[in-house]
C-alpha cells in the first residue's frame, strides 16, 4: 500500500507497520462498516456462508496462538496459527465476511502466561473450539441483520458437532454439512419411552429408547444399502482438468442427539 500511494519511503513503511501491529483497533465498527458494502454489493436472500478453517505456519513461538496443530495449508500436524473464517458467496459474486482466531488450548496453561502478555491476549479470553468460533459468526450475522443470507455450510470438522448444527437450525438457517462416515441416523423416527415408572426398581426419570426400537445405523451402511435407481449423477463444479461429476442420493434421516430421537433432516 506504501509503494503504490507514496514510494519507497522507509520510514513510511515502518509507521504502518507499527500502526497495524501495535495499533488498537477498533474491529468490530470495521468488520460491520464492509459488511454493509458486502450486503450493498453482493446481497442477496439465497445467499451461502461458508465456514472453513485454515492454518498459517510459523516457524517460530512468538505469533498470538501459535502450536502445533494441524494446518490445512500443508495437509499435515505442523507448528501454525489456525482460524476459522466465513465467506459470503451470492449470484453476483463471493467475499470473506467474518474471522476468528482459535487460540490452542494449550495456550490456557500457566507456562504461557507470559506469552499472553506479550502478544497482547485480553486476560478475559475463554478457550473456544473451532465449532464454537463458527457459531459465534454466524449467530453475530444474524443479530446484526445486515448481510442477507439463507444457507450456511461446511465440511466434517464443523459438521461432525452437533450442537453446531442445532444452534444454526435455531437461529432460522438453513445449513448443508458434510459429515463423517461413520455418524448414526434411523430412517425412521424410533418410539421413545416417556418418564415413569418401570416394571422394577425406581420408576424412570428420563426419556429413552423402546425396548424394540431398532439401532441407528452409521450413514456409510445406509448409503451401501441404496437401490442404485436412489442415485443421481451431477456435474457439480468446473475443475480444472474439467467437469467434476459425482453420483448423489438425498433421503430423510432422523439424527441422533444423545442416544434419543433428533431432528429430521
Not at 416394571?199 to 426419556?207: A, F, I, M, V
Amino acid at each position: 500500500m506504501v509503494l503504490a500511494l507514496i514510494g519507497p519511503d522507509p520510514k513510511v513503511v515502518r509507521a504502518v507497520e507499527h500502526f497495524i501491529s501495535q495499533g488498537r483497533w477498533e474491529t468490530p465498527a470495521l468488520i460491520l462498516r464492509y459488511q454493509e458494502l458486502v450486503a450493498e454489493w453482493l446481497g442477496d436472500a439465497q445467499g451461502v456462508v461458508i465456514i472453513d478453517g485454515s492454518g498459517f505456519p510459523k516457524q517460530g513461538q512468538d505469533s498470538v496462538g501459535v502450536a502445533h496443530q494441524y494446518c490445512g495449508a500443508l495437509g499435515k500436524l505442523a507448528n501454525c496459527q489456525e482460524g476459522v473464517f466465513a465467506v459470503y458467496v451470492g449470484p453476483s459474486g463471493y467475499a470473506f465476511l467474518d474471522e476468528r482466531l482459535y487460540v490452542h488450548a494449550d495456550w490456557f496453561d500457566e507456562a504461557h502466561r507470559e506469552r499472553w502478555k506479550k502478544c497482547g491476549i485480553p486476560a478475559g479470553l475463554r478457550f473456544r473450539t473451532e465449532p464454537e468460533l463458527a457459531l459465534d459468526i454466524v449467530r453475530e450475522l444474524v443479530e446484526r441483520d445486515r448481510v442477507p443470507f439463507k444457507w450456511v455450510t461446511f465440511d466434517e470438522h464443523f459438521g461432525e458437532s452437533p450442537s453446531l448444527l442445532d444452534e444454526i437450525d435455531a437461529l432460522g438457517k438453513w445449513y448443508l454439512a458434510e459429515v463423517p462416515c461413520n455418524t448414526r441416523a434411523w430412517l425412521r423416527t424410533p418410539r421413545v419411552e416417556p418418564p415413569g415408572p418401570g416394571l422394577l426398581g425406581r420408576p424412570r426419570t428420563r426419556r429413552r429408547l423402546a425396548k424394540t426400537a431398532p439401532r441407528a445405523r452409521e450413514l456409510r451402511d445406509v448409503a451401501a444399502s441404496l437401490l442404485q435407481s436412489a442415485w443421481a449423477r451431477y456435474t457439480f463444479k468446473e475443475g480444472s482438468q474439467g467437469p467434476m461429476v459425482a453420483e448423489f442420493a438425498v433421503l430423510r434421516v432422523t439424527t441422533v442427539r444423545d442416544k434419543l430421537p433428533g431432528p429430521r433432516v
